[in-house]
């Protein structure tokens, strides 16, 4: 969370290029590149310019009377409620999870006991892979609309409650410091785009079982990691076994969701599969683009090198020799077709002489013939 509070100057100027200038984002984007800005690289502005944000990690949840009651955060220094609307069972039990407090929870609206104060949160809708209520999907901080009749009452029960919490929290309880996990996400064991999916997950990388593994699951990791569509969703280890935990199971993605934590799945690290189930991608590989920069917490990658095909021959060198292996062709018809021209030619100026030589033949001989003739009749 953000924290309105001056930033210290301490924090120095940056350095290279300014990615982004003029952002106004509404405040429940996923990505600061969701925001409308001037576009990417497009600025007026100087480093002494730079952004500077200050951040509280403090958060803090409680129900008023330890495992049930008022459900309330603190934020920015303040306790507030959490109103009941769109709140169901699911959302329930993760804060009855989070706090201890069992397995699931019931809802009912009731008046603010902290009447008046500020209501945090609104239309909280957690999902079943949700560990937390931070990573719940909610209308932004401190926006609602929200009465003071309709805060959410919680009640827990189930496996896992603890006697210490029967008793109502202090309200001056020190705010705690709550550190979401970042993850990431690589694919091993083939090229840049594609590949064997694997995630980065306390503090190693583990792969996704292929049950359910689908078109749309491979989608959102293809455009997660900028390699553009998915080609094919690969089972079955086909780009060889991996190691480690295997974080993902049962992952059935829309094919909209930004991570693929996004999409709905068995829980991390709750699986029944082994390595030979791991779950790959191959995606076309085109670059970048500013529709597909809903990017991501991505290990760095190599430059993209030309795509390989069979025996080692890249895409390029393919075309070349085959433009090559055409003009070579070319050239050998364009000689062929040289020498008959030739050929032809000659042929005809034979044809042309040997009319003429025999024409003369034949006259000489004629004349010879009738000379003779008049000899004879003319002796005696």
């Given at each position: 969370?953000?924290?309105?509070?001056?930033?210290?100057?301490?924090?120095?100027?940056?350095?290279?290029?300014?990615?982004?200038?003029?952002?106004?984002?509404?405040?429940?984007?996923?990505?600061?590149?969701?925001?409308?800005?001037?576009?990417?690289?497009?600025?007026?502005?100087?480093?002494?310019?730079?952004?500077?944000?200050?951040?509280?990690n403090?958060?803090?949840?409680?129900?008023?009377?330890?495992?049930?009651?008022?459900?309330?955060?603190?934020?920015?220094?303040?306790?507030?409620?959490?109103?009941?609307?769109?709140?169901?069972?699911?959302?329930?039990?993760?804060i009855?999870?989070?706090?201890?407090?069992?397995?699931?929870?019931?809802?009912?609206?009731?008046?603010?006991?902290?009447?008046?104060?500020?209501?945090?949160?609104?239309?909280?809708?957690?999902?079943?892979?949700?560990?937390?209520?931070?990573?719940?999907?909610?209308?932004?901080?401190?926006?609602?609309?929200?009465?003071?009749r309709?805060?959410?009452?919680?009640?827990?029960?189930?496996?896992?409650?603890?006697?210490?919490?029967?008793?109502?929290?202090p309200?001056?309880?020190?705010?705690?410091?709550?550190?979401?996990?970042?993850?990431?996400?690589?694919?091993?064991?083939?090229?840049?785009?594609?590949?064997?999916?694997?995630?980065?997950?306390?503090?190693?990388?583990?792969?996704?079982?292929?049950?359910?593994?689908?078109?749309?699951?491979?989608?959102?990791?293809?455009?997660?990691?900028?390699?553009?569509?998915?080609?094919?969703?690969?089972?079955e280890?086909?780009?060889r076994?991996?190691?480690?935990?295997?974080?993902?199971?049962?992952?059935?993605?829309?094919?909209?969701?930004?991570?693929?934590?996004?999409c709905c799945?068995?829980?991390?690290n709750?699986?029944?599969?082994?390595?030979?189930?791991?779950?790959?991608?191959?995606?076309?590989?085109?670059?970048?683009?500013?529709?597909?920069?809903?990017?991501?917490?991505?290990?760095?990658?190599s430059?993209?090198?030309?795509?390989?095909?069979?025996g080692?021959?890249?895409?390029?060198?393919?075309?070349?020799?085959?433009?090559?292996?055409?003009?070579?062709?070319?050239?050998?018809?364009?000689?062929g077709?040289?020498?008959?021209?030739?050929?032809?030619?000659?042929?005809?100026?034979?044809?042309?002489?040997?009319?003429?030589?025999?024409a003369?033949y034949?006259?000489?001989?004629?004349?010879?013939?009738?000379?003779?003739?008049?000899?004879?009749?003319?002796?005696p």
């Amino acid at each position: 969370m953000t924290l309105s509070a001056p930033v210290p100057v301490s924090f120095s100027q940056g350095t290279g290029p300014i990615w982004l200038d003029e952002v106004g984002c509404l405040g429940n984007e996923s990505s600061l590149w969701e925001c409308p800005s001037a576009g990417w690289g497009r600025h007026d502005c100087g480093h002494k310019e730079d952004v500077r944000i200050l951040c509280s990690n403090h958060t803090l949840m409680r129900l008023s009377a330890g495992c049930s009651g008022q459900a309330e955060v603190y934020y920015n220094g303040t306790w507030g409620s959490i109103c009941a609307n769109s709140m169901t069972d699911i959302t329930a039990a993760v804060i009855c999870k989070q706090l201890g407090c069992g397995d699931k929870g019931t809802i009912r609206e009731t008046n603010s006991r902290l009447s008046p104060d500020p209501k945090w949160l609104d239309f909280v809708s957690c999902r079943k892979h949700d560990s937390t209520l931070w990573q719940c999907p909610s209308s932004p901080w401190g926006q609602n609309e929200c009465e003071d009749r309709e805060v959410a009452e919680i009640t827990c029960s189930g496996p896992g409650k603890e006697a210490d919490r029967s008793t109502p929290v202090p309200q001056q309880e020190q705010p705690q410091q709550y550190c979401p996990v970042p993850l990431a996400l690589r694919l091993a064991g083939g090229t840049n785009c594609s590949g064997r999916v694997e995630l980065w997950y306390e503090g190693s990388w583990g792969t996704v079982c292929d049950d359910s593994w689908d078109l749309q699951d491979a989608q959102v990791v293809c455009r997660q990691l900028g390699c553009g569509d998915a080609v094919s969703a690969a089972i079955e280890a086909s780009f060889r076994p991996g190691s480690g935990t295997i974080w993902l199971d049962e992952v059935n993605c829309t094919g909209s969701e930004l991570h693929l934590w996004d999409c709905c799945h068995s829980g991390l690290n709750q699986s029944n599969c082994q390595h030979k189930e791991d779950a790959g991608v191959t995606c076309t590989g085109l670059p970048v683009t500013k529709a597909n920069l809903t990017a991501t917490t991505v290990v760095t990658k190599s430059p993209r090198q030309p795509k390989q095909e069979a025996g080692g021959w890249t895409v390029p060198a393919v075309v070349f020799f085959l433009q090559g292996a055409l003009v070579f062709v070319l050239l050998v018809l364009l000689v062929g077709q040289l020498i008959q021209n030739r050929r032809l030619r000659k042929a005809l100026a034979e044809a042309k002489v040997k009319p003429m030589n025999e024409a003369l033949y034949q006259e000489i001989d004629f004349t010879l013939t009738a000379e003779g003739a008049l000899r004879r009749g003319a002796d005696p």
